[in-house]
């Protein structure tokens, strides 16, 4: 099981967008797809909200925290398989998100990547969609990552904000004594000279990796969303669901590459 996770610190970005998008494009491409919801807004959980059908399985919050502290949690919630939910696309299954998961202290390093050890050989990829923060989850998430995919708006703030970026991801990767991987993709993109100037400023000036896809902003996206439907389903050949097709297969390339898919 590849793990992608998707993280920056900014907010708002368009991560779980990305997440949803990506984890229906990877499953149209036949891969088995589990996502995991680490943001205590829980946006990822309310786009599948339907298909838990009100059955009650342990949220992350809980299955993180009876994996990090044994005492008083019953033993069968430290099981990932057991908070596993299948979602209406049958090759998508789902973690819930949880408040408490931002109440989690002390995550250790690899809290993430023990855990989804025990499931690693029934998916192909693992898609995580982390709160727009560095605490022990993100960092967790980050550790575990074999690509972690940085959304980025084209704009002064986030060009600034790349640098702590790449800082931080160093960090876990002197921690964890080997490199991992990060992509940069733009999203929300138009057409503007200004959003131009600082692709080309990150890319080549600054030599940060970013991919080649952008996925451009269009309000069909915010739409899809609403209805709860990956942009593809929505609205098949929209310029933004064509980026999505595209991101996915730049991302297996990119993987591929580096012998991690
Ligand atoms: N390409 C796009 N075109 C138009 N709207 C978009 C696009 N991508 C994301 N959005 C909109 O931007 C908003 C933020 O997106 P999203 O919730 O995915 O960001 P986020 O990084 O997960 O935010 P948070 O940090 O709060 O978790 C949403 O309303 C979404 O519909
Ligand atoms: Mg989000």
Known sequence: MKKITVWNRKGGVGKTTICINLAYELYKKGKKVLCLDLDGQA????????????????????????????????SEDREIGNGIYQSRYSGIHFIQGARESEQINGTPLSLLDDLLEQTAQKYDFCVLDCHPDFSGLSRSAVYTADLVLVPILLDGFSRDNLNLVAEDILRI???????????????????????????ED??????????????????VVGNALLLKKPISEHRKSSPPALDFQDLTFELLQKMQKKGVA
């Open 202 to 219: 990150i890319t080549y000036r600054h030599d940060y990796p970013v991919l080649q896809t952008c996925i451009r902003d269009y309000a």
């Open 43 to 74: 946006n990822l959980t309310s786009f599948f909200e339907a298909d838990i059908k009100g059955v009650s399985k342990p949220d992350l919050a809980r299955i993180l925290d009876a994996n990090s502290n044994f005492l008083h949690i019953p």
């Open 173 to 199: 990767e002197e921690i964890a004594g080997y490199e991992i991987p990060f992509a940069a993709v733009a999203n929300r993109v138009m057409n503007r000279k200004s959003q131009r100037q600082i692709y």
